[in-house]
T-cell receptor
Framework: KAGVTQTPRYLIKTRGQQVTLSCSPISGHRSVSWYQQTPGQGLQFLFEYFSETQRNKGNFPGRFSGRQFSNSRSEMNVSTLELGDSALYLC???????????????FGSGTRLTVV | QKEVEQNSGPLSVPEGAIASLNCTYSDRGSQSFFWYRQYSGKSPELIMSIYSNGDKEDGRFTAQLNKASQYVSLLIRDSQPSDSATYLCAPRRGGNKLTFGTGTQLKVEL
């Protein structure tokens, strides 16, 4: 069965630009979470979507936003990029029912964003 | 105080030995706990989950949980060079948000 697919794998952007990253979860997984990973901070939670609704949000500025579509695919957007946004952005999907939780995350390969 | 604390390492063990990785967490409401392995340049991969106090074994891996002490550990028996990676501890309170530690780097030496 196909895993979590993230596109693109690599991106180079200039300060001030905006970027959109895409994530297709494992078929049947309705929960999609996004994390930022940097060497200094480790994995930091950005947000989680379930059935097109944002259920949890981390402590990131409003420049970071996301959405989920009816087919569970998700996108995250970062506007007005800063040098400090350079990181590996990871998407993870999980099989989650409306009332409970099953198992852990399966991560995608990530998008490596470099802001210059 | 960090929400999840792990010794960054590196933890060096000889091949065939037992590697012991430790994690403490601050949120007493945490209900489930996950261990991920991350090879350099790769994304994290789930290797163990544990929900109840005690031990849970899966092959060469054993996860141990003590909620009263807010402590979770991962033992790797018969360590192999292919086990060399960073191991991330991640408690989950509820809903579907995992809080990750910064990880322990394990090096298994020949």
């Amino acid at each position: 069965k196909a895993g979590v697919t993230q596109t693109p794998r690599y991106l180079i952007k200039t300060r001030g630009q905006q970027v959109t990253l895409s994530c297709s979860p494992i078929s049947g997984h309705r929960s999609v979470s996004w994390y930022q990973q940097t060497p200094g901070q480790g994995l930091q939670f950005l947000f989680e979507y379930f059935s097109e609704t944002q259920r949890n949000k981390g402590n990131f500025p409003g420049r970071f936003s996301g959405r989920q579509f009816s087919n569970s695919r998700s996108e995250m957007n970062v506007s007005t990029l800063e040098l400090g946004d350079s990181a590996l952005y990871l998407c993870a999907s999980s099989l989650l029912t409306g009332g409970g939780e099953v198992g852990g995350y399966t991560f995608g390969s990530g998008t490596r964003l470099t802001v210059v | 105080q960090k929400e999840v604390e792990q010794n960054s390492g590196p933890l060096s063990v000889p091949e065939g030995a037992i590697a012991s990785l430790n994690c403490t967490y601050s949120d007493r409401g945490s209900q489930s706990f996950f261990w991920y392995r991350q090879y350099s340049g790769k994304s994290p991969e789930l290797i163990m989950s544990i929900y109840s106090n005690g031990d849970k074994e899966d092959g060469r891996f054993t996860a141990q949980l003590n909620k009263a002490s807010q402590y979770v550990s991962l033992l790797i028996r018969d360590s192999q060079p292919s086990d060399s990676a960073t191991y991330l501890c991640a408690p989950r309170r509820g809903g579907n948000k995992l809080t990750f530690g910064t990880g322990t780097q394990l090096k298994v030496e020949l």
